[in-house]
């Protein structure tokens, strides 16, 4: 079996974490992988542990050039499947893979929202034209209006996450890349009062992103700098977040959410998850039995549940011991990559 992924860049989003665990587990199992992407990134040398990569023309991703780029890949390759993570790279390959007899798996719907103007109706369009549809959550399969979907839930290797959670830090994380399709201004407005009264130690964020600047520029001078902890883009998440108790995503009403890695990732490290109740968060999180929901775009909702969880108005034994299980029930890696692996052997029989 050969099967060809195509993607966008090789960072470390959530998207493409997810795409790396997919790739893991196909190695694993001895199917050749193709990767082909418009654009490397810092995490280049990652994919190559488990993919043979192809990077296509990175000048400029609107080129007629991609069509005979793909069409060459998959003669080249032998391809069987094209696994597509990319609505842009969907765009150029879906007609190539009929020609070639290729099967076709539309995978990039991994939001709930994201998609607007004529790329939503595009998506749509693949997505219900394609030999099988694939989303990460119910919430986005419906949003795309897909009839005949299948979610796979997120892949999470809960072998990363050796190092857990004390609960007593004092310290809350956000893991989340700062542009305008999340939420940190809600996210500032809510913490920044809990750290000033001492019900928190430390505020860490992880991520970049064009907005990073404003938020160090306007916290450099404050007295409570030291605090706060701007951490950039690390390979070694589960280590950071580990040092937290609290793990927060504001998400955004314009741009909602689909099934964060990130939230998944607090849950693995033992950390309460809080996150925005909008998109399929609330596929991963149920209020006040393995976590915690707010407001969309709420500060003073948001705030008003960390200070009750900050206050021991929770039973946290109670949260951690159901987010644990949600984890093992839903989000298996084994039982999840079995799963799509059990497609890839459909569409070939």
């Given at each position: 079996m050969n099967i060809l992924f195509i993607t966008d860049i090789l960072e470390r989003g959530g998207r493409e974490r997810y795409l790396v665990e997919i790739l893991r587990g196909c190695k694993e199992q001895g199917i050749n992988t193709v990767t082909a992407s418009f654009y490397a990134g810092k995490y280049e040398s990652e994919y190559r542990k488990h993919t043979t990569l192809e990077l296509l023309n990175r000048r400029n991703r609107y080129t007629l050039k991609h069509f005979a780029q793909y069409y060459n890949l998959i003669?080249?390759?032998?391809?069987?499947?094209?696994?597509?993570?990319?609505?842009?790279?969907?765009?150029?390959?879906?007609?190539?893979?009929?020609?070639?007899?290729?099967?076709?798996?539309?995978?990039?719907?991994?939001?709930?929202?994201?998609?607007t103007g004529i790329m939503s109706h595009l998506l749509t369009w693949f997505t219900n034209h394609s030999d099988l549809a694939i989303g990460n959550s119910m919430a986005g399969l419906k949003h795309y209006q897909v009839r005949d979907g299948f979610v796979i839930d997120n892949f999470i290797d809960l072998d990363r996450f050796t190092k857990q959670s004390s609960g007593d830090t004092g310290n809350i994380v956000m893991t989340a890349n700062f542009t305008d399709k999340k939420d940190h201004e809600t996210f500032f407005t809510a913490v920044i009062p809990l750290l000033e009264e001492g019900l928190l130690n430390g505020i860490y964020l992880l991520g970049k992103g064009p907005l990073l600047e404003k938020y160090q520029t306007r916290y450099a001078a404050s007295p409570l700098a030291g605090q706060i902890h701007f951490m950039g883009s690390l390979p070694n998440v589960e280590e950071v977040i580990a040092n937290c108790d609290i793990g927060v995503l504001c998400s955004t009403r314009r741009y909602k959410e689909g099934i964060s890695n990130s939230v998944l990732e607090y849950m693995a490290a033992g950390l309460i998850p809080v996150a925005s109740d909008i998109g399929g968060t609330s596929e991963i999180i149920d209020h006040e039995v393995n976590g915690l929901l707010f407001e969309c775009e709420n500060p003073d909702d948001l705030q008003k549940k960390l200070r009750k969880l900050l206050n021991h108005q929770y039973d946290t034994t109670k949260l951690h011991e159901n987010a644990r299980k949600k984890m093992a029930d839903k989000f298996d890696y084994s039982k999840n990559i079995q799963k799509l692996f059990d497609f890839y052997k459909q569409l070939l029989d």
């Open positions: 003669r080249k390759y032998n391809i069987d499947i094209v696994h597509s993570l990319s609505l842009l790279g969907t765009c150029y390959i879906w007609g190539i893979a009929r020609i070639t007899g290729c099967r076709f798996i539309e995978g990039s719907i991994q939001n709930t929202g994201g998609e």
